[in-house]
């Protein structure tokens, strides 16, 4: 009797020859299977949700591109994993942070500047300080160089094991731990010293940049972009993400603390107008 893990890889092994020998149904279905995770895993290396959905689509269309030659030697999302990792790892646009080569030790300043002596109590308190800490927190991944910055989500974020994250990356298991335990250590380093979620002695809060962070316009109360961004179906919601923080309180859960994002639906008709385009070699 087979397991749980050999009856997905049949499954996944089923759906990929169909959409190989160009079923459109399973074609969309390796999309839908696909889309959310490599959504969040660009959202995360990339910071913002415009430059995602477009990195998002282009990792779609190379994944599907080379969709014939999976040989299930890892699971499909691993492997899809693998070519967005190196198509995010090259990607010649640059964060604001990389443009800026903003430091995490630049970046903790900035964070004292305009710091309020009280909590926010103007409209949408809650949500703005949710806003914040997850645009805080998206900004502080991004001071990470891009290499130590994909071994923390992958290990940390995404939770994957160390053998797998070697394996996206095509390095050592050892080399991946390494590099992780670097990118822990500075991350851990400057939530210790600056974050009151993490250590109640550190002088940063939340609730206390939300009026500096709506004068740089770095916060829109109209138009959240994390609070209120869309999740997946029966995904972790912005609340629960929060309540699974404040219970570990921790570096990790910090940083990990993001509702399960979904990819924008325009960027997937985009694809989907292009697989029946007819223009697509995987349906040709």
């Given at each position: 009797?087979?397991?749980?893990?050999?009856?997905?890889?049949?499954?996944?092994?089923?759906?990929?020859?169909?959409?190989?020998?160009?079923?459109?149904?399973?074609?969309?279905?390796?999309?839908?299977?696909?889309?959310?995770?490599?959504?969040?895993?660009?959202?995360?290396?990339?910071?913002?949700?415009?430059?995602?959905?477009?990195?998002?689509?282009?990792?779609?269309?190379?994944?599907?591109?080379?969709?014939?030659?999976?040989?299930?030697?890892?699971?499909?999302?691993?492997?899809?994993?693998?070519?967005?990792?190196?198509?995010?790892?090259?990607?010649?646009?640059?964060?604001?942070?990389?443009?800026?080569?903003?430091?995490?030790?630049?970046y903790r300043e900035g964070l004292a500047d305009g710091l309020a002596d009280a909590d926010y109590?103007?409209?949408?308190?809650?949500?703005l300080t949710a806003e914040v800490r997850l645009n805080c927190s998206q900004a502080m991944v991004?001071?990470?160089?891009?290499?130590?910055?994909?071994?923390?989500?992958?290990?940390?974020?995404?939770?994957?094991?160390?053998?797998?994250?070697?394996?996206?990356?095509?390095?050592?298991?050892?080399?991946?731990?390494?590099?992780?335990?670097?990118?822990?250590?500075?991350?851990?380093?400057?939530?210790?010293?600056?974050?009151?979620?993490?250590?109640?002695?550190?002088?940063?809060?939340?609730?206390?940049?939300?009026?500096?962070?709506?004068?740089?316009?770095?916060?829109?109360?109209?138009?959240p972009v994390f609070a209120r961004h869309a999740v997946s179906r029966g995904g972790r919601t912005?609340?629960?993400?929060?309540?699974?923080?404040?219970?570990?309180?921790?570096?990790?859960?910090?940083?990990?603390?993001?509702?399960?994002?979904?990819?924008?639906?325009?960027?997937?008709?985009?694809?989907?107008?292009?697989?029946?385009?007819?223009?697509?070699?995987?349906?040709?």
């Amino acid at each position: 009797m087979g397991t749980e893990h050999d009856l997905v890889a049949d499954e996944e092994k089923a759906v990929v020859a169909r959409a190989v020998a160009g079923d459109r149904e399973a074609v969309a279905q390796v999309v839908r299977l696909l889309q959310d995770p490599l959504y969040r895993l660009a959202l995360r290396m990339v910071g913002r949700p415009p430059e995602a959905e477009d990195a998002t689509q282009e990792i779609l269309l190379r994944v599907l591109g080379h969709l014939h030659t999976w040989r299930a030697e890892a699971k499909l999302l691993t492997w899809a994993y693998r070519i967005g990792v190196n198509y995010l790892l090259n990607l010649k646009r640059q964060t604001p942070q990389e443009a800026a080569q903003l430091s995490l030790d630049s970046y903790r300043e900035g964070l004292a500047d305009g710091l309020a002596d009280a909590d926010y109590r103007g409209p949408e308190a809650a949500l703005l300080t949710a806003e914040v800490r997850l645009n805080c927190s998206q900004a502080m991944v991004q001071c990470l160089v891009r290499d130590e910055r994909i071994a923390f989500v992958l290990g940390e974020v995404f939770e994957l094991r160390s053998v797998d994250s070697a394996w996206i990356l095509g390095i050592t298991p050892v080399a991946y731990r390494k590099r992780l335990e670097r990118a822990k250590k500075r991350l851990g380093n400057f939530l210790d010293a600056t974050c009151g979620l993490v250590e109640p002695t550190a002088f940063c809060r939340c609730s206390r940049r939300v009026d500096k962070a709506l004068a740089l316009g770095r916060v829109d109360p109209r138009r959240p972009v994390f609070a209120r961004h869309a999740v997946s179906r029966g995904g972790r919601t912005a609340a629960v993400a929060e309540q699974q923080m404040i219970r570990l309180h921790d570096a990790a859960s910090v940083l990990r603390a993001h509702p399960d994002y979904a990819a924008p639906q325009a960027k997937l008709d985009a694809i989907a107008e292009l697989l029946d385009s007819g223009r697509f070699p995987l349906l040709d």
